[in-house]
């Protein structure tokens, strides 16, 4: 009698699991080149196709950088600065902190919105900690989409699968320079490494069974025919980005060529451009030496030397300046911050006229972005405790205001609001209207905490001073009694 036995599912992905990987695989290698081209772009890597008219063979490999998809790229990104994560009930939030301290996501949610805005999206990986306790916190990671991709249910608005492919983890024991996968499913995430045969060998199952994908997508400029999301360095900023670049290499090559002024002499013998020796003089030592002292002919005449206009780059600079302005309004960013400048400076209200847009921009990405936070810090928690966090406790995200208001105009709203009875002067909201940062705003309420603290015991002081008072021998008339 012959006995089957079957593969175990812990060494072997199931024919299911390997379709399911071959589709995302090709999903991901079908997007990284359009992902690669922008990162060139904001990287100032990009090759700029040339007309191939005025640019000399010799100069082909001159190569001219305008760094204008970067400034605008991070110039939204700065506003985005992510402070804190609280429940929106107001009550106790430390665990939502202790999470977000742990995996370091104040500095990090920097890089997670840098890459939504290069590559129009990011990814948030929740897991497990994998220290070994049971107090270990959640593990929170921003992946790029170089590395990632994720399947997307419409209908309920969440992933059914994911896949990352990357460097192998120093815990694996594999090769130098090994690759690995890691796909992530709604009960369990499964990594493994490229088997001998040419497949791939399960090396871990993290049976997690949550009924859901520990993946977050953090998308930019979404639509509802592509909620994959698109890049903030758009076909038109890289077109801009390339005519810039010829105009400035075009620069370089009249530099070249129409630099120093060229001249023309008429009727000069041949010996001007001779040594002592009789050798001819190379162009150079020609142009600044002894055509400056030419000698006289047999008929006694000087011979006629001139010059002809040098080249003027002022067409060029206004050329520039205008893909300059153009720019800016792709970016939504004031013309000076792309180096577009006038002989009047702009007034501050003018200035904050023009960052009206990006503020805009900026408030968008922030409740895009936060809602992305919120669903990884919900995963992180039901990774912790076993179970999902109360459907009614909502998990709110704290921005720094992205706008630049003064902090005088700050100030003066806060204290209005305050006189109207509006706000009470000892709430949280009054303290992050007055612009203070959640750092600040805690030592503000740690600040407080100890003046009640205080009062409390200067009362307490001051009533068992009482007491003794009431309690000790009175003196009247001379007499000594009891009070």
């Given at each position: 009698m012959t006995v089957s036995i079957p593969e175990l599912p812990l060494l072997h992905l199931s024919d299911d699991e390997i379709a399911l990987v071959q589709l995302l695989r090709a999903d991901m290698m079908r997007d990284r080149w359009a992902?690669?081209?922008r990162d060139a772009y904001f990287n100032g890597e990009q090759l700029v196709r040339d007309l191939g008219i005025s640019i000399p063979p010799q100069l082909k490999g001159l190569h001219t950088v305008i760094g204008w998809p970067r400034v605008g790229v991070e110039s939204l990104e700065e506003r985005l600065d992510l402070e804190a994560f609280r429940w929106a009930d107001g009550r106790g939030s430390s665990e939502l902190s202790e999470i977000a301290e742990a995996n370091d996501l104040f500095d990090e949610s920097s890089l997670a919105h840098l890459d939504a805005l290069v590559y129009g999206r990011e990814y948030l990986a929740v897991g497990s900690?994998?220290?070994?306790?049971?107090?270990c916190p959640p593990l929170i990671t921003a992946e790029s989409p170089l590395d990632m991709t994720l399947m997307w249910d419409a209908r309920s608005r969440m992933g059914t699968a994911a896949l990352r492919e990357c460097a192998a983890d120093t815990f694996i024991e594999s090769g130098?320079?090994?690759r690995?996968?890691?796909l992530y499913l709604p009960d369990q995430t499964v990594m493994c490494l490229p088997s001998e045969s040419g497949g791939w060998e399960v090396v871990d199952r993290d049976i997690h069974r949550l009924g859901v994908v520990p993946v977050v997508r953090m998308a930019n400029r979404q639509r509802t025919a592509d909620r994959v999301g698109k890049?903030?360095?758009t076909p038109e900023v890289m077109s801009i980005t390339d005519a810039a670049c010829r105009r400035l290499m075009g620069m370089?090559?009249?530099a070249e060529f129409f630099g120093a002024p060229q001249r023309y002499i008429l009727g000069a013998s041949e010996s001007a451009f001779q040594d002592a020796e009789g050798n001819p003089l190379d162009a150079w030592a020609t142009y600044i030496g002894r055509v400056l002292g030419l000698e006289r002919d047999e008929d006694g005449n000087v011979p006629t030397v001139g010059q002809f206009a040098a080249h003027d780059p002022t067409g060029m600079t206004r050329i520039i300046d205008l893909y300059a302005r153009i720019m800016s309004s792709q970016f939504g960013l004031p013309p000076h911050m792309l180096g577009y400048t006038?002989?009047?400076p702009a007034s501050a209200d003018a200035i904050r006229s023009t960052e009206a847009k990006l503020v805009k921009r900026s408030e968008r990405r922030i409740r895009r972005f936060g809602r992305a936070w919120q669903d990884a810090m919900r995963l992180a928690l039901w990774v912790r405790d076993g179970e999902p966090p109360e459907a009614s406790r909502r998990i709110e995200?704290?921005?720094r205001n992205p706008a630049t208001p003064t902090v005088a105009a700050q100030a003066d709203a806060t204290v209005k609001l305050v006189a109207a009875g509006i706000l009470p002067a000892d709430s949280d909201v009054t303290l992050e209207m007055a612009g203070l940062s959640e750092g600040q705003r805690q030592r503000v309420r740690a600040d407080r905490q100890r003046a009640r603290g205080t009062a409390v015991l200067d009362r307490l002081a001051a009533l068992g001073a009482s007491d003794d008072a009431a309690r000790s021998p009175e003196v009247v008339d001379g007499d000594v009694g009891l009070g």
């Open positions: 992902l690669q081209l900690g994998g220290c070994g306790t049971d107090d130098p320079e090994e690995m996968l890691v890049s903030e360095i370089e090559v009249a006038t002989d009047n995200t704290v921005w």
